[in-house]
């Protein structure tokens, strides 16, 4: 297809921060972005990253232009969750997987409840450092309750408080990507058929049955403070 606008096409090896900048020069033109980056202090940064050749992504970061975005996965055992976060790294996301990092510490697929302050608190740190390089954050746990959600808003909130610089801040948008809800005993099988971690179908199906009660009692909604909140259809991945 034609490019029909003044900039060059998109070189296929923009980073991210680049892409970005690629996009707002295409949609805004380059002033309002020289403007958004503090006039003429750096226009050579927008130079290089329309022409391709490379910016500083630290500078992009602490001067509000890279739009970064935390997504917040929500939805039952084997709802789709997982799928969704794979096809989001292929994109470039850094995910974070509450199950892959209890079984990175005890070599096995366990949850031990006295140690679930240090599992949060690694979670919300490896989320803190890959927001600060520059990477879109994909949440991978079931987030059915208000608390367990309002974490990530906190966490974007501080890490924009922290990150803030001569009055420009970063922009991080929070999403919530919502999966469909079916009945516990279909969760429980579809568990059960493709990766049952050694448990039964009876085990399957409580987690299952209470993953079902607290969705019902504590749904999600707009007011909780995302920008966003997506529900997924039936396997839709995308």
Same mark, same amino acid.
């Given at each position: 297809?034609? /490019?029909? /606008?003044?900039?060059?096409?998109?070189?296929?090896?923009?980073?991210?921060?680049?892409?970005?900048?690629? =996009?707002?020069?295409?949609?805004? +033109?380059?002033?309002?972005?020289?403007?958004?980056?503090?006039?003429?202090?750096?226009?050579?940064?927008?130079? *290089?990253?329309?022409? +391709?050749?490379?910016? /500083?992504?630290?500078?992009?970061?602490?001067?509000?232009?890279?739009?970064? *975005?935390?997504?917040?996965?929500?939805?039952?055992?084997? %709802?789709?969750?997982?799928?969704?976060?794979?096809?989001?790294?292929?994109?470039?996301?850094?995910?974070?997987?509450?199950?892959?990092?209890?079984?990175?510490?005890?070599?096995?697929?366990?949850?031990?409840?006295?140690?679930?302050?240090?599992?949060?608190?690694?979670?919300?740190?490896?989320?803190?450092?890959?927001? %600060?390089?520059?990477?879109?954050?994909?949440?991978?746990?079931?987030?059915?309750?208000?608390?367990? =959600?309002?974490? $990530?808003?906190?966490?974007?909130?501080?890490?924009?408080?922290?990150?803030?610089? /001569?009055? *420009?801040?970063? !922009?991080?948008?929070?999403?919530?990507?919502?999966?469909?809800? &079916?009945?516990?005993?279909?969760?429980? =099988?579809?568990?059960?058929? @493709?990766?049952? *971690?050694?448990?039964?179908?009876? &085990? $399957?199906?409580?987690?299952?049955?209470? @993953?079902?009660? !607290?969705?019902?009692? &504590?749904?999600?909604?707009?007011?909780?403070?995302?920008? &966003?909140?997506? @529900?997924?259809?039936?396997?839709?991945?995308?």
């Amino acid at each position: 297809m034609e /490019n029909t /606008n003044d900039s060059p096409p998109i070189p296929h090896d923009l980073s991210r921060p680049n892409l970005l900048l690629h =996009r707002l020069h295409q949609e805004r +033109g380059p002033r309002e972005i020289s403007g958004h980056l503090g006039g003429a202090v750096y226009p050579a940064a927008i130079s *290089r990253a329309i022409a +391709g050749e490379g910016a /500083n992504e630290q500078e992009i970061v602490r001067l509000g232009v890279l739009l970064m *975005r935390i997504e917040v996965l929500v939805g039952m055992i084997a %709802s789709g969750k997982s799928t969704y976060a794979r096809k989001r790294a292929d994109e470039g996301a850094l995910v974070i997987s509450h199950d892959a990092l209890t079984e990175m510490l005890h070599a096995s697929y366990r949850y031990e409840e006295s140690l679930w302050q240090a599992y949060r608190t690694m979670e919300e740190s490896i989320a803190f450092n890959c927001l %600060s390089a520059g990477r879109d954050v994909v949440i991978d746990r079931t987030h059915l309750t208000h608390e367990s =959600r309002q974490r $990530w808003i906190k966490l974007r909130d501080n890490y924009v408080s922290l990150n803030t610089f /001569n009055g *420009r801040e970063p !922009q991080v948008s929070i999403v919530a990507v919502v999966f469909p809800v &079916e009945a516990p005993a279909i969760h429980a =099988r579809r568990r059960e058929l @493709h990766d049952d *971690r050694g448990r039964s179908y009876d &085990e $399957w199906f409580k987690v299952a049955a209470h @993953h079902y009660r !607290q969705i019902q009692s &504590e749904p999600i909604g707009i007011y909780e403070g995302f920008d &966003e909140i997506i @529900h997924k259809c039936s396997g839709d991945s995308s």
